[in-house]
């Protein structure tokens, strides 16, 4: 674990015993910066070094965590700032699974990664155009199974989505206009 560096929530449960009280900036919401050693036997012997405990209150929720890291030279500011960042990810990731329906990757590179993720984006765009489109009403969800069971089938999506209540009257006009694509 020599170059891992991490940041993490402390748990409730864990035991240490404070080595060192670092000095705290007045009024960046940093309530406290020590430098901690685990003290069970199972956690110190899981890791040894010390660690840094950083508790910090949001100034925009007014929450307070706590924070455990390995990076004793990061400022504490920087220390809750690097969860923020490593939380911004991690709710991503959570709605990249939610509502692009990527339950894992095909491919391992990061190109191939990047072309999934793009395309779930474009498909999730394309059906939010549809669901604005239409005149039905239609939920995300629907549209997507009406798309899985319709993929191979060849028919005028925007007659399902957009039903006319009635033609209209044919005049024996020339149509200046085709609006046929557009609600």
């Not at 404070?18 to 050693?37: I, K, M």
């Not at 925009?60 to 990810?89: C, G, H, M």
């Not at 669901?131 to 191979?152: D, H, P, Y």
Request: charged share 20%.
């Amino acid at each position: 674990m020599s170059n891992v560096s991490f940041v993490t929530r402390l748990q409730r449960n864990i035991r240490y015993q404070v080595v060192l009280q670092n000095p705290v900036p007045s009024g960046a919401g940093v309530l406290a910066d020590e430098t901690v050693r685990l003290s069970t036997d199972h956690s110190r012997g899981r890791y040894p070094e010390t660690l840094r405990l950083v508790h910090y209150r949001d100034p925009e929720t007014d929450k307070e965590y706590v924070f455990l890291t390995n990076l004793p030279d990061l400022s504490a500011l920087a220390v809750a700032d690097l969860y923020r960042q490593r939380w911004q990810i991690e709710t991503f990731s959570r709605w990249i699974k939610q509502n692009l329906k990527i339950k894992n990757f095909y491919g391992t590179s990061e190109n191939a990664v990047l072309i999934q993720i793009w395309t779930a984006l474009i498909a999730y765009l394309l059906l939010l155009w549809l669901k604005v489109r239409s005149w039905a009403g239609w939920s995300i969800l629907e549209l997507t199974r009406l798309v899985q069971n319709l993929i191979m089938e060849r028919c005028n999506l925007w007659a399902l989505l957009c039903p006319r209540t009635s033609d209209p009257p044919d005049y024996a006009q020339l149509t200046l206009f085709n609006l046929g694509g557009t609600c």
